[in-house]
């Protein structure tokens, strides 16, 4: 059995007024100390390399996209966001997709796909804000998924350097 | 035109009483906000000060519901019995002397000197334990019932030693005037307030203060509410503007409770060092002294928590009333003695 030892009032303390004022200059002072609320959608959430927002594809800087569409994070997608739809082209890589949906209301943000992707095509931005009105709305296309290589580039040399672990 | 005088001043003074409620709304979040460090509603207008007016609004688009099995009749004559005594109280309240506006003179600035004005306080804001009863009993819902219990038996036990503090003032002014009662008071000289009345004032203050929480159901004394035991105690199966008028009359009631302490204690409106300043100062005065006792209402809320029922009760009857008691005799040895 535990036995709690209670420490014994002093009178002090037993007076109860004392206490309370003291609680009262407490939270006066409190009063005028620097705030620590976040004004959200003013002031963001800072990110970071590492942040796991949702996924982006790269446009190379000849502003053609990377993805071949081979089809392998569709296929890792646990969630099933993904819909690709390939189609040929004259480049040398002589495949690209046609159309690129994710579903950003089944999207998990685990990063498979990214680990995916052979052809670096495919990466978790520091993107976070998600919001529509209607669900279609909510089904991004190949056009809204675009990003420059260059906004994308921290977390793919984050990435990099995570791969270069193995 | 002394009915129009009459009517201006009616009007003037409970403009007032219903904007410091809006206002107290709004002081309260920002205070709360500000011990928390939070910043609180900064959303409508600049810095927030319209957000009253967007809580007003909201309260009456929201839907009104009548629980089943409740007691229509009372359930709607409650939030009115709650509001309208915590209203009427401030018609006694003396706020200045002599007033000219515009060359117009509006004589004394309150709406009433009733020679019993203590009573008539004190006799309206026990009413206001009938919206909070009512309310709980017509609700037909156990917690609603259960709130409107404890806020009875607490009434009971605080009010006893809020009179018994009140008596007191009443004896070392000698009238239950509440004009008068700031008349004595107001000599120029800032000791002549009942506050500064050797241990008589300082104890008598500190009692009526406590006592004023208890009565008008504010922290640390909330136990009509109480959200963590009773959901939302009397008003839980209230909504709209019904509740909303809970709420009004909880503000109002504070507000009247802070001025009477201010008459009663801190020398009303008058000026230190300044026996006959103009009604101005003499209204800003007591703004000034009234505010404190509304911020204090705030920060003492947002500084302790809730007492538990029992404790409330032993501090009510076992402690309070005694030096109330105490304080009523010692009092009246002062005043043989000076």
């Known amino acids: 059995m535990v036995v709690v030892q209670r420490r014994e009032l002093t009178f002090w303390e037993r007076m109860y007024l004392p206490e309370i004022v003291r609680g009262l200059v407490i939270t006066f002072k409190k009063m005028f100390e620097p705030r620590v609320t976040r004004q959200y959608p003013e002031q963001a959430m800072p990110t970071t390399a590492v942040t796991r927002g949702q996924p982006r594809l790269t446009v190379k800087d000849d502003g053609n996209i990377a993805c071949v569409s081979c089809g392998l994070c ?80 921290p977390r793919i040399d984050y990435v990099r350097k995570i791969n270069d672990r193995w | 035109m002394p009915f129009l005088i009459l009517l201006i001043k009616a009007s003037l003074i409970y403009g007032g ?176 307030w009942n506050c500064f009345t050797p241990v008589v004032g300082q104890v008598g203050l500190v009692l009526f203060v406590i006592a004023t929480f208890a009565e008008t159901n504010r922290h640390p004394f909330d136990f009509a509410e109480c959200e963590p035991e009773l959901v939302g105690g009397f008003h839980t199966e209230y909504s709209s503007m019904k509740f909303a008028l809970f709420f009004l009359g909880e503000y109002c009631a504070m507000t009247v409770m802070a001025c009477l302490t201010t008459v009663l204690f801190l020398g009303g409106y008058s000026v230190p060092f300044w026996e006959d300043a103009p009604w101005m100062v003499e209204l800003a005065t007591f703004m000034a002294k009234t505010s404190f006792f509304l911020f204090l209402f ?27 008691l105490a304080n009523l005799l010692l009092a009246g040895a002062f005043i043989s003695l000076t």
């Not at chain 1, 995916?116 to 998924?145: H, W």
């Not at chain 2, 009749?73 to 006694?92: E, S, W």
């Not at chain 2, 506006?101 to 004394?108: E, V």
């Not at chain 2, 947002?302 to 030096?323: E, H, S």
């Open chain 2, 298 to 324: 705030i920060w003492v809320r947002w500084t302790l928590p809730r007492f538990r029922y029992d404790q409330l009760m032993n501090l009510g009857w076992k402690v309070f009333l005694p030096i109330a």
């Open chain 2, 17 to 192: 009483l219903l904007v410091t409620a809006a206002v107290m709304t709004l002081a309260e979040r920002k205070i709360s906000a500000r011990i928390q460090l939070r910043i609180g509603p900064n959303r409508v207008g600049p810095g927030g000060v319209l957000q009253p007016l967007a809580d007003g609004v909201k309260f009456i688009l929201k839907e009104e519901i009548t629980p089943d099995g409740a007691n229509k009749g009372i359930f709607r004559l409650a939030p009115i019995m709650a509001a309208v005594p915590a209203m009427l109280t401030v018609a006694v309240i003396p706020f200045a002397g002599e007033t000219v506006i515009f060359g117009l003179d509006f004589g004394l600035l309150s709406l009433t000197d009733l020679d019993i004005g203590l009573l008539f306080v004190l006799a309206f804001s026990g009413l206001s334990v009938y919206g909070v009863i009512l309310g709980g009993w017509a609700s037909n819902s156990k917690y609603s019932l259960l709130g409107g219990l404890r806020a009875s038996a607490q009434m009971v036990s605080y009010e006893l030693s809020l009179i018994m503090t009140a008596l007191t003032v009443v004896a070392l002014s000698g009238s239950m005037d509440l004009r008068e009662i700031v008349e004595v008071q107001n000599t120029g000289n800032p000791l002549a």
């Open chain 1, 74 to 153: 569709e296929a890792a997608c646990p969630a099933y966001a993904i819909t690709i739809d390939g189609k040929e082209t004259d480049r040398f890589i002589e495949r690209e997709p046609e159309r690129f949906d994710i579903d950003m209301l089944r999207c998990i943000l685990c990063g498979f796909c990214e680990e995916a992707c052979p052809k670096e095509a495919i990466f978790m931005s520091n993107e976070l804000e998600l919001a529509n009105t209607t669900r279609e709305g909510l089904v991004y296309d190949m056009e809204q998924l675009k990003r420059s290589t260059s906004t994308l580039q």
